[in-house]
């Protein structure tokens, strides 16, 4: 069983900053690709930023030069640094991991959400 959990949401004001953490727990041997979604009010959920084992990365337009994601393996946790923040950016942040559960078998898992919410 593998848990991610989400921390450093909260209410900010617009061009403020925040930075996102997730915690990666459980039975896991090694972690893939680490991401952060966004499911804004009313909205489906998409992909914010994206980071490979090897540190490679990619965001969504909407957030590049604004939003850094970055990773530390030894503790199995990755972070969004968000800078610049816009009403738009209002939305639940879920965290989702790919990781080794054997050496075999991995499987894909999602946090709770934390909630971002970008005043005017």
């Known amino acids: 069983q593998v848990q991610l959990v989400e921390s450093g949401g909260g209410l900010v004001q617009a061009g403020g900053s925040l930075r996102l953490s997730c915690a990666a727990s459980g039975s896991i041997l090694g972690i893939n690709t680490m991401a952060w979604y966004r499911q804004p009010p009313g909205k489906q959920r998409e992909l914010v930023a994206h980071i490979t084992s090897s540190d490679s990365t990619n965001y969504a337009d909407s957030v590049k030069g604004r939003f850094t994601i970055s990773r530390d393996n030894a503790k199995n946790t990755v972070y969004l640094q968000m800078n610049s923040l816009k009403s738009g950016d209002t939305a639940v942040y879920y965290c989702?991991?790919?990781?080794?559960?054997?050496?075999?078998?991995?499987?894909?898992?999602w946090g709770r959400g934390t909630q971002v919410t970008v005043s005017s």
């Open positions: 989702h991991a790919n990781a080794w559960i054997t050496r075999t078998t991995s499987g894909t898992y």
